[in-house]
């Protein structure tokens, strides 16, 4: 088992605890402004559930995933649609409005990284929004037992290279929400165009 799915394993209600009440506000109003009303999104790596309740007490439809079961488990039980998967597993096609990826894509190494967003692309539809958070920065490794890709506008730049589909629409870097955390955080709200 890799060390960051393990990490999660054993820290799953500190971590739930830790990030539900967190303030995503800012983040919710840019992402579904672009979102048709009732549309389908996708919670990818869901953690504890907090975004997907939101976007389903809005009138959306929502598929939450993570490969984490406690945390599927935890979604489950506040009444989301919640599957233990991988990003690796993907297979929609042109089939979600949004994409909600908050701080999940960041534990992935450059490779699947590139295979995960491919994925995900894939299965947005034309028109869509894609939100993704990283840690703001370059480095790339193990940090407090947890592997982290983290991104900066450069190497953002470079992963939509090959993708002349999208469309940046905002970038944010800010504070971590959680006052506790000292970490500032780079998000970014793209559009696809078309396929």
């Given amino acids: 088992m890799d060390k960051t799915k393990e990490y999660y394993l054993k820290n799953s209600e500190s971590f739930i605890d830790s990030t539900f009440g967190a303030d995503m506000s800012k983040h919710y109003s840019v992402f579904l402004r672009h979102v048709k009303p009732k549309g389908k999104i996708l919670d990818a ?98 940090r407090d037992g947890r592997y982290f890709v983290d991104l900066n506008e450069k190497s953002f730049g470079e992963l939509l290279k090959n993708h002349e589909c999208l469309e940046v629409l905002e970038i944010i870097i800010s504070p971590d929400v959680r006052n506790e955390k000292k970490a500032e955080w780079f998000s970014v709200f793209f559009k696809k165009n078309h396929f």
């Avoid at 559930?49 to 489950?76: H, M, T």
């Fill in 45 to 142: 790596g869901c953690g504890s559930g907090r975004d997907s309740i939101y976007f389903k007490s809005k009138g959306f439809e929502v598929i939450a995933i993570d490969y984490c079961n406690p945390f599927v488990k935890n979604a489950l039980s506040l009444g989301v649609n919640a599957k233990v998967m991988s990003f690796n597993e993907i297979k929609w096609k042109n089939h979600f409005d949004g994409i909600w990826a908050c701080a999940s894509l960041l534990h992935l190494k450059c490779k699947e990284l590139r295979i995960a967003f491919d994925k995900m692309i894939d299965s947005l539809k034309v028109g869509g929004i894609f939100y993704a958070s990283f840690k703001h920065g370059d480095f790339f490794g193990i």
